[in-house]
C-alpha cells in the first residue's frame, strides 16, 4: 500500500517533467512584444496584482464581518461609502488588469485556451455586473441574485492561489501534499475500513432497535442512552469510533461508557481500535507527510530567477545594476559565447556549428506558427556533440546537442537543451529533452546568469554522471531511478557495441562516414535540391529518388548486414524481419538523407514536415516464408518516406486510407504500387497497409520523420477523433486493430489471437450500426 513512499522524491525530482517534457511550449512566447505584452509580463505589475488581489480578500472578510453585525444592504450602493469605494477600486483594478492581459496576446484568440484567463475574466465580468450593472438596471430588489453573489465573491479568494508564485516556500508544502495526496488517500481509506469492521462489531451488540431517538432522550438513566447514542446504528458508530476512538475527542468518557456495560471484551477491542487507528494509522500519515516535505526541500534547488537572492548593497550605478539584475537577452554577447567555443573548445566538445533559428515554432498555446522576425527575436539554436568520459562504453561518444536560446528564458532562467538522434537515457524525455531538475541544478554565473561555456559544462557532467548533474546525492536516490539509469545506459552501450563491431565489417565503409554523395541521387532530384526551389520539387514530385545503383549498393550493405549474424532489434510490433539502420551505424548517413529530403517534406507537409529533428530508420524485408504484407496501420511519424530498394517482386500494392481519427479514417483512397528506386511519402497519421507478395522479394527502405516542434503541437497532442460516417471499405481494416475485423475479413491463418484486442473504432464513437466481431466481454483483455 505504501509502496508510493518510495516514489515520493522521485516524484519530487521528477515534478519538472510537465514544464519541460515534451512540451517545452509552456515556456515559450504567449505574449507579444508590444507594450501590453510586456506590460503582462512586468514583475512590478504581476507584484501590484498579487497585492490588490490579497487586499480584495481582506476587504471581502472585513465586509463579511460587517454586514453580518449590522445588515446586508440591497445593493452596493446603499451600503457604506468605505466598502463602495473599494468595490468600485477592486472592479476599475480587475477590470484593467484582464484588458491588458487580453492586449497582451499574440493573437488574441488564444486568450480562449488559456483557463486562467477565462476563470478570471468571468470572475470581472461578475464584478461588474454587481458593481455597475445590476445597481443601475433595477435589480436591486434580487436579493436572493445579490446573496448568490455575494457567495460567488468568495471565488475571488481563489485568485490567491498567484501568491504561490511570489512565495516558494508556500509552493514547497503543496507539492509536498500533492506528492503525498495519494499516500494519504489510501491511508484514509484503510481508517475508513477498519472502522467500518469495528462499527460493525460495536452496533451488533449496542443497536437501539426499535426505539427511536425522540423516545431515547427522555430516558433518565444515563448508562443504556449513552451507549445507543454512541453505538446505536452503523452511522452512529462510525461516527464515534472516528472522532472518539481516532481523533481521541472525549475518548476517556465513550471508554467508560463501554466498561459500564460490564463486557470487558467489547473494552479491549476499543482499546485495540484506538491503538490501531489512532496511534499506528495516523502517526503513520504524519510520517508521510514528513517524509514528502523532506523530499521536496532535498529536491534540487529552484533557479535563482524564480526566488531572486536579497541584494547586498554596492556601488554599482543604477543602470549597470538594471542591465545586470534583468539578465537580458544580447544577441551579441551569445554570439561572442558560440565564438569563443568554437575557437577554443573543450577536449569534449567538438562540430560546434552556428546560431540558426527555427522555421517554425509552437506557441504556449500547442499553436504552430513562424517566428516573427527572427533574426531580432530568436529563438536560436545550436548544434554541437558533446562526449561523456572516454572510458564510457555508453555515453563516451559525441552525442549531437542541440541547445535553444529563448530570449524570454536566457540567458536569465534557462536554455532548452535536447539530445538529437538515438539516446537512450532514463534523465530525458523521449524527443531526448532534458528535465527540470537538469535546468534546477544548472551553474550560473557571479551575476546569476545562465552561460554557454557552464551549460556545456552541465551536458558533460550530466553524460559522466546524471546524479551530479541533477544534484542528487547517491545514496539518496531511489533504487527505481537507479535502476533505469542503469537499464538504458546497458541499452546504449549494447546498441554503440554492435555499431563497432559492424564497422569493422562494412562492404561499402562510405556509406558510414556521414556523407551523402550526390551521385546517390536521380538527376532531377539532385536538380532539385540545388535549385532550392518548389516548383522544380513539384515538377519533380512522381520522380525517382535515389539513382538505382545506390539501392543496389545499399542493399549489398544490408545483406552484409545479415550475414554477420549480429543481432538486430525489429523496426516495431509489426515487422519481425527488418534491421533498425540507427543501430548500425547508418544514422549520421540517413541525417543526411533527411536533410536533403526536408525541403520536399515542408512543400508537401507545413507543419508536420517541417523543422525534422529526429528519425527512426528502419528496412521492411518481405519473402515466402517470413512476412509477406503489412497490416493496415498508422506510423509513430509525422512524415514517412518509404522507398523500394528491390529485389525482384509481384504484388504488394500499398493501400491508403483515411487520416487517423477522420470521418473517412478507414475509407480507402489510394493505392501505389512499389517500383524500385522510388519512393512515396505520406503522412504517418495515414492509415495504410501493403499487400501481400505474390513471388520474389521486396526490401523498402523506412524513414520516419520527427519534429519536436510538430510534436509539441495541440494539433499532434490532442488530435480530434470523430465517428466514423459509416461502416469501412473492407480494404482499410486492420486485424491488429481494429474490433470488427472479422465483419469484413478472415482473420489470416496465425492472427485469430487479435480478435477482440482491438481498439478501434474507438468506446462509445462506433458509426452506426456497429458490431464487434466477437462478444469483447469473453475476449482476453490486451
Ligand atoms: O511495406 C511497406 O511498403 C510499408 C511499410 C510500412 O508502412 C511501415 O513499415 O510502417
Ligand atoms: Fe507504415
Not at 526566488?307 to 554570439?335: C, G, M, N, W, Y
Not at 546524471?466 to 546504449?492: Q, R, Y
Request: aromatic share 12%.
Amino acid at each position: 500500500m505504501f509502496g508510493d513512499i518510495h516514489n515520493l522524491k522521485e516524484e519530487v525530482a521528477k515534478g519538472g517533467k510537465p514544464e519541460m517534457g515534451t512540451n517545452t511550449v509552456a515556456l515559450q512566447k504567449k505574449f507579444a512584444d508590444s507594450f501590453f505584452g510586456k506590460m503582462a509580463k512586468n514583475k512590478y505589475f504581476e507584484g501590484v496584482t498579487i497585492c490588490v488581489i490579497f487586499l480584495n480578500a481582506l476587504a471581502i472578510g472585513v465586509d463579511a464581518d460587517y454586514s453580518a453585525r449590522t445588515r446586508v444592504p440591497a445593493n452596493l450602493y446603499e451600503g457604506d461609502v468605505f466598502f463602495i469605494v473599494l468595490e468600485v477600486f477592486f472592479a476599475s483594478y480587475f477590470s484593467l488588469e484582464i484588458l491588458i492581459r487580453f492586449l497582451a496576446y499574440r493573437q488574441k484568440l488564444h486568450c480562449l485556451r488559456d483557463g486562467w484567463f477565462i476563470f478570471d475574466f468571468l470572475l470581472v465580468l461578475m464584478m461588474v455586473w454587481e458593481t455597475w450593472i445590476m445597481p443601475f438596471v433595477g435589480l436591486e430588489s434580487g436579493l436572493g441574485q445579490l446573496s448568490i453573489l455575494r457567495l460567488l465573491r468568495l471565488l475571488r479568494i481563489t485568485r490567491m492561489a498567484k501568491l504561490m508564485r511570489a512565495f516558494p516556500q508556500l509552493m514547497m508544502i503543496i507539492k509536498g501534499i500533492s506528492a503525498a495526496a495519494r499516500a494519504v488517500g489510501w491511508t484514509a481509506v484503510l481508517l475508513v475500513i477498519i472502522s467500518f469492521t469495528w462499527s460493525i462489531l460495536f452496533t451488533n451488540e449496542y443497536h437501539q432497535g426499535h426505539i427511536t431517538d425522540e423516545e431515547m432522550k427522555d430516558w433518565p438513566d444515563e448508562d443504556p442512552r449513552k451507549i445507543h447514542e454512541y453505538f446505536g446504528g452503523m452511522d452512529k458508530s462510525m461516527l464515534t469510533l472516528l472522532i472518539m476512538g481516532t481523533i481521541l475527542d472525549d475518548v476517556t468518557e465513550c471508554a467508560d461508557v463501554i466498561r459500564r456495560q460490564n463486557n470487558y471484551w467489547y473494552l479491549v477491542a476499543f482499546i485495540f481500535y484506538i491503538l490501531l487507528n489512532s496511534f499506528m494509522m495516523l502517526n503513520m500519515l504524519v510520517g508521510i507527510l514528513v517524509e514528502a516535505m523532506l523530499a521536496v526541500a532535498e529536491a534540487p534547488a529552484t533557479p535563482a530567477v524564480e526566488a531572486p537572492e536579497e541584494e547586498e548593497e554596492t556601488d554599482e550605478s543604477p543602470a549597470a545594476k538594471k542591465q545586470r539584475t534583468e539578465k537580458v537577452f544580447d544577441i551579441e554577447d551569445l554570439k561572442k559565447q558560440v565564438a569563443e567555443l568554437r575557437s577554443n573548445p573543450p577536449a569534449y566538445v567538438s562540430k560546434v556549428g552556428q546560431l540558426t533559428t527555427p522555421a517554425l515554432i509552437c506557441d504556449e498555446n500547442g499553436q504552430l506558427q513562424r517566428p516573427e522576425h527572427p533574426e531580432e527575436n530568436g529563438p536560436w539554436d545550436l548544434q554541437l556533440c558533446v562526449a561523456g568520459a572516454e572510458d564510457d562504453e555508453a555515453y563516451g561518444v559525441p552525442w549531437r546537442v542541440n541547445i535553444r536560446f529563448d530570449p524570454d528564458l536566457w540567458p536569465a532562467k534557462l536554455p532548452l537543451v535536447r539530445f538529437r538522434g538515438v539516446f537512450h537515457h532514463a534523465f530525458t524525455d523521449e524527443n531526448g529533452a532534458m528535465l527540470m531538475p537538469f535546468y534546477r541544478a544548472l551553474p550560473r554565473d557571479e551575476n546569476q546568469a545562465c552561460t554557454l561555456k557552464l551549460t556545456v559544462e552541465a551536458i558533460r557532467t550530466f553524460l559522466v554522471d546524471p546524479f551530479a548533474s541533477w544534484k542528487l546525492s547517491p545514496d539518496k536516490v531511489p533504487e527505481k531511478l537507479v535502476k533505469s539509469v542503469s537499464v538504458n545506459k546497458k541499452m546504449n552501450s549494447e546498441r554503440l557495441d554492435i555499431i563497432r563491431k559492424y564497422a569493422s565489417q562494412a562492404l561499402h565503409p562510405e556509406l558510414f562516414a556521414g556523407y551523402w554523395h550526390d551521385e546517390w541521387l536521380a538527376d532531377d532530384f539532385r536538380k532539385a535540391i540545388h535549385q532550392k526551389d518548389p516548383a522544380v520539387w513539384k515538377s519533380i514530385l512522381t520522380e525517382h529518388v535515389p539513382g538505382q545503383a545506390f539501392c543496389e549498393m545499399f542493399l549489398s550493405e544490408v545483406f552484409n548486414f545479415y550475414k554477420s549474424g549480429l543481432p538486430a532489434r525489429r523496426p516495431n510490433s509489426m515487422n519481425a524481419y527488418g534491421i533498425i539502420l540507427n543501430d548500425i551505424g547508418l544514422e549520421p548517413l540517413i541525417d543526411e538523407l533527411q536533410r536533403h529530403l526536408q525541403p520536399l517534406g515542408e512543400l508537401l507537409f507545413p507543419g508536420p514536415g517541417s523543422c525534422w529533428d529526429g528519425h527512426h530508420c528502419f528496412i521492411v524485408r518481405y519473402r515466402s516464408g517470413e512476412d509477406l504484407g503489412l497490416d493496415m496501420h498508422t506510423d509513430d511519424s509525422d512524415v514517412t518516406v518509404n522507398l523500394c530498394l528491390g529485389l525482384e517482386f509481384a504484388g504488394a500494392g500499398l493501400q491508403f486510407c483515411g487520416m487517423m481519427g477522420a470521418t473517412d479514417h478507414r475509407k480507402h483512397c489510394y493505392t501505389y504500387y512499389h517500383k524500385k528506386g522510388s519512393c512515396v511519402i505520406h503522412l504517418g497519421r495515414r492509415r495504410h497497409g501493403a499487400d501481400d507478395i505474390t513471388s520474389g522479394e521486396r526490401l523498402n527502405l523506412i524513414l520516419w520523420n520527427h519534429s519536436s516542434t510538430y510534436r509539441a503541437s495541440d494539433d499532434s497532442e490532442n488530435p480530434d477523433y470523430h465517428v466514423e460516417e459509416g461502416p469501412p471499405d473492407a480494404v482499410c481494416v486492420s486485424y491488429t486493430h481494429d474490433r470488427d475485423f472479422g465483419n469484413f475479413k478472415e482473420y489470416p491463418v496465425g492472427k485469430e489471437h487479435f480478435r477482440g484486442r482491438g481498439w478501434c473504432p474507438r468506446r462509445k464513437l462506433e458509426y452506426e450500426g456497429f458490431t464487434p466481431d466477437c462478444d469483447e466481454e469473453q475476449a482476453p483483455r490486451r
